[in-house]
């Protein structure tokens, strides 16, 4: 029971620091599918962090592995804002482009690094056993991670950009008429840098956070499977607000922890169903969630369109 | 030369060079990055794939090795772009795919099906899955690509299972097609001797090539194809016009993951593969179809040479020197290939900038 909390809010977590980039960055006009490409990216900073500088005092090297993913997922992210912001490019194609060149730069970057310290090890993996420890407390046998108390606050962060702040009110009206908020004065190029920046930031956090979620080991070839669009799936639940994708992204949470501990459970286990079926659950439930919630969706009304400073 | 550059097709095709030619200097950098030492040689060789063998039967027998993957990717590009034409991103392109794949080889293994029924039965299965993207669209306002991703995941783990069935008990591979039901393969009709016996080059090619013929016409020259595209540029428009919009939007989708499935029983039923039912992640035959599609301008014909060259570097990428380089770094060229397709608009239009700007200055001179 206790181990179906710690997961569930861990990877609720995860879910929720993604999906408030995810959000920001739909607030200002530009869809992120890339989230999934951002996190593995932001993974792989604070991996490489962790597996270097394990001899660092706890507190320093915790800041500096989030540091790592924060400025790794900032940059990746600005592949989108170039493409998206400038080029006008189809923001879908761009997302899908970044999420696939995500594991395979990773998968090549970690490769070569492990070939270099060791020529037979050919593997895509990077350890962080002692790292890891300096994330967690240990309260009777719940793993307190860090991350727990940083989503929290992150939300409430979000939600104090976006709806008690000059900044956040413009990046909202970029997101909803750009031709509007240009005529008031406002740089939308600039606003919506802002916005795909902050969920560049938010996802990568978010994926060093997926990796230390109950693993000290992690294989890059496998990207973080789907979390990324689960994390778009919560957000869509939440209808584009910070406490109700908090609370979606619980709900998310929960049915992916089952997965891991299903096990410990005697009526679960007494059902006897194969262990895929928990595995499909979180993307079963999302498709569900998706169909009740998407038709009065209240999405940016220009997101995903690109600015054209001349269309009316 | 003037009016040769102002056509579409042109345009699209140095656009597509143009983004080949800068993925693999980036892949080249990339390389030379990890180790200056072999970086140039690597890169020739992925681009070489099968002439880095010697002996011209070897170099045939693996050709025709590329050419049986091709086919599955001609088939996930055409899936995508014919989706893409009606103003959809069918990104579950890949989890038709594995539909197609399970219900091939299910129906192959367990029930001992022909190869022509067990061919339509991963049509069958795939444009099911097809068409619960296409209903969630149209009538519940799901966004494709995220119900798409959601049912690849369900895919994949749901083919592991089914396919757990029908496994080796000491491997997790699915049994051997050749020796459990035979019938099931595809018939090769002196294809394989073309390519040095390769029995992996079967009626697929020439089946796959006709359907990239007839998504060309059935696009541009029928009824039903301007429906569908005129669907995809305006569905208000489109119903003010009197089309059925969401009967297209299903359509479409249905007949996208036909394609995607009927190329993964034209790949797993010629016994070039097996289904690993421990897989972890989704195939990448469906991503990959997008690079392709958007690599060949998204017109059918051009889907198939791009998938060719995409299919060429993938294989290309096990002949890199694995001292020092690991053989995803094709990946990294396809992926940053389709990123740079995302620039294609903007180079475009700057050449009838440019051929508009030295028709001007030409003008000046009269």
Same mark, same amino acid.
């Given at each position: ?312 | ?126 444009? %099911?899955?097809?068409? =619960?993207? &296409?209903? !969630? ?10 119900? *798409?991703? #959601? ?99 299903? %359509?479409?989708?249905? =007949?996208? &993951?036909? !394609? ?10 010629? *016994?070039? #593969? ?93």
């Amino acid at each position: 029971m206790l181990l179906l909390v710690q997961y569930t809010l861990i990877f609720s977590s995860v879910l929720l620091l993604v999906a408030l980039g995810g959000c920001i960055s739909e607030h200002s006009g530009i869809i992120n599918l890339g989230l999934e490409g951002i996190m593995v990216i932001g993974a792989l900073g604070g991996a490489l962090v962790m597996s270097r500088f394990s001899t660092l005092p706890p507190a320093m090297m915790v800041i500096l592995a989030m540091l790592a993913a924060i400025v790794l997922g900032m940059l990746y992210s600005c592949l989108l804002g170039i493409a998206a912001i400038h080029f006008k490019a189809d923001q879908t194609l761009i997302g899908t482009a970044m999420n696939l060149l995500a594991t395979a730069a990773a998968t090549v970057f970690v490769k070569a690094m492990n070939t270099a310290a060791n020529p037979d090890n050919h593997s895509s993996e990077i350890e962080y056993v002692a790292a890891r420890k300096m994330f967690i407390v240990n309260i009777n046998g719940f793993e307190f991670n860090w991350f727990m108390p940083l989503a929290i606050i992150v939300v409430i962060l979000v939600y104090l950009f976006l709806y008690k702040n000059k900044l956040g009110l413009r990046l909202m009206a970029c997101g909803e008429h750009p031709q509007a908020a240009d005529s008031v004065g406002i740089n939308v190029y600039k606003t919506r840098w802002m916005g795909v920046l902050i969920s560049g930031a938010l996802a990568g956090l978010g994926g060093l956070c997926y990796i230390l979620a109950g693993v000290s080991l992690w294989k890059f070839e496998n990207g973080v499977a789907g979390f990324g669009f689960l994390a778009l799936a919560v957000m869509i639940f939440g209808q584009w607000k910070p406490f109700r994708i908090a609370l979606a992204a619980l709900l998310f949470g929960f049915f992916r922890a089952l997965s891991n501990v299903y096990t410990g459970f005697d009526f679960l286990a007494a059902l006897n169903l194969p262990s895929t079926v928990y595995n499909m659950l979180p993307y079963i439930i999302s498709l569900i969630v998706l169909i009740f919630f998407s038709k009065n969706s209240a999405a940016p009304k220009a997101e995903g369109i690109p600015y054209d400073k001349g269309s009316r | 030369m003037k009016n040769l550059l102002k056509r579409q097709g042109v345009q699209s095709f140095i656009a597509s060079i143009i983004c080949i030619l800068l993925g693999l200097f980036i892949g080249y950098i990339v390389l030379l990055f990890i180790n200056p030492q072999g970086a140039g040689q690597s890169i020739v060789d992925v681009v070489r794939n099968f002439f880095t063998w010697s002996r011209p039967q070897q170099q045939l027998k693996q050709f025709g090795n590329t050419l049986a993957k091709t086919i599955p990717l001609i088939m996930c590009s055409l899936s995508i772009l014919f989706s893409y034409k009606v103003g959809l991103f069918n990104i579950g392109a890949a989890g038709q795919y594995v539909a197609g794949a399970c219900a091939s080889l299910y129906a192959a293994l367990a029930w001992g099906w022909g190869w022509l029924p067990c061919m339509l039965f991963a049509v069958v299965a795939s444009s %099911l899955l097809g068409a =619960i993207v &296409g209903i !969630l669209k149209s009538y519940r306002n799901v966004n494709e690509v995220i119900s *798409g991703i #959601m049912l690849n995941w369900i895919a994949l783990y749901t083919t592991n299972t089914v396919l757990s069935n029908v496994k080796e008990t000491a491997s997790p591979y699915t049994m051997y097609l050749n020796k459990v039901n035979p019938s099931a393969l595809l018939p090769t009709m002196g294809l394989d001797q073309l390519f040095n016996k390769n029995s992996y080059v079967t009626i697929a090619v020439p089946l796959a090539l006709i359907i990239a013929i007839v998504v060309a016409v059935l696009l541009t020259k029928t009824k039903f194809g301007y429906e569908l595209r005129a669907t995809g540029m305006n569905k208000n428009a489109a119903r003010y016009a009197g089309m059925a919009e969401n009967r297209n939007i299903i %359509l479409t989708l249905m =007949i996208s &993951g036909a !394609l995607a499935g009927l190329g993964a029983s034209m790949l797993y039923q010629t *016994g070039y #593969m097996r289904w690993e039912c421990t897989q972890s992640s989704v195939p990448a035959m469906g991503f990959n179809g997008i690079a392709a599609a958007f690599l060949g301008g998204l017109n059918p014909i051009g889907a198939i040479f791009s998938s060719f060259f995409i299919q060429h570097i993938t294989d290309g990428g096990q002949y890199v020197n694995t001292n020092y380089y690991s053989s995803q770094i094709s990946d990294v060229i396809s992926s940053v290939i389709i990123y740079l397709c995302g620039f294609v608009l903007f180079i475009k239009l700057s050449m009838n900038r440019m051929i508009r700007r030295s028709e001007e200055k030409k003008g000046v001179k009269k």
